[in-house]
């Protein structure tokens, strides 16, 4: 068993053991330059309460032009985080091309993804075979992170409205302190007020 110290370093080791113990077994090719981190899904997957835990980006959308996966930093158990790889790869071996139709169903199906094409989860077969992997690299070196303890940021600028016409703007409460009258900007009228 290999010491790994930090992820990216063991998902690229782990990636590696899957493009030869499970995807070449099935006669399936993996690009041999992704680039995965363990890392924040887009926007679409920042909330706490989004299922998504992995994400496979398509060649065109890096400008080192190769698939760049991300395993979310809310999964720890090294099973899992091979479970995802996995599905991911797939997403990378036909450049995100088939979805999670055709190609992916059909790939997912012969390594031994089960369940929702979408949420896809690692059968009794491949789980021997991750845990097999596992025992190659190591426990997988993260701790996961909980997003439902990230401070919610609040609104710092309040809301000026006119009450005569609505033309209204925000400004921080320092800028309001600073106003010497209450002139609309808009209408000229002495009716701005803050909402």
């Given at each position: 068993m290999t010491t790994i110290v930090n992820r990216e370093e063991w998902l690229h080791q782990g990636y590696k053991l899957l493009a030869v113990e499970v995807f070449?077994?099935?006669?399936?090719?993996?690009?041999?330059?992704?680039?995965?981190?363990?890392?924040f899904p887009s926007v679409k997957g920042l909330s706490a309460k989004s299922a998504r835990?992995?994400?496979?980006?398509?060649?065109?959308?890096?400008?080192?032009?190769?698939?760049?996966?991300?395993?979310?930093?809310?999964?720890?158990?090294?099973?899992?985080?091979l479970d995802i790889l996995a599905h991911e790869l797939i997403h990378a071996t036909d450049n995100c091309?088939?979805?999670?139709?055709?190609f992916f169903a059909k790939t997912a199906k012969l390594i031994g993804l089960e369940g929702k094409m979408t949420s896809t989860h690692a059968g009794e077969v491949l789980k021997e075979k991750l845990q097999s992997i596992?025992?190659?690299?190591?426990?997988?070196?993260?701790?996961?992170?909980?997003y439902t303890h990230m401070k919610k940021q609040t609104t710092r600028m309040l809301k000026v409205a006119c009450t005569r016409c609505g033309f209204s703007y925000r400004?921080?409460?320092k800028n309001i302190d600073s106003m010497e009258d209450k002139t609309c900007n808009?209408?000229?009228?002495?009716?701005?007020?803050?909402c």
């Open positions: 070449k077994r099935v006669n399936v090719e993996v690009p041999a330059d992704v680039k995965i981190s363990c890392s835990i992995g994400e496979c980006w398509a060649r065109e959308a890096s400008t080192a032009k190769v698939n760049e996966i991300f395993i979310s930093p809310k999964v720890d158990n090294p099973v899992e985080v091309k088939s979805g999670h139709r055709g596992i025992k190659k690299i190591g426990e997988y070196p993260h701790a996961k992170i909980d400004t921080s409460k808009c209408c000229s009228s002495w009716a701005m007020e803050i």
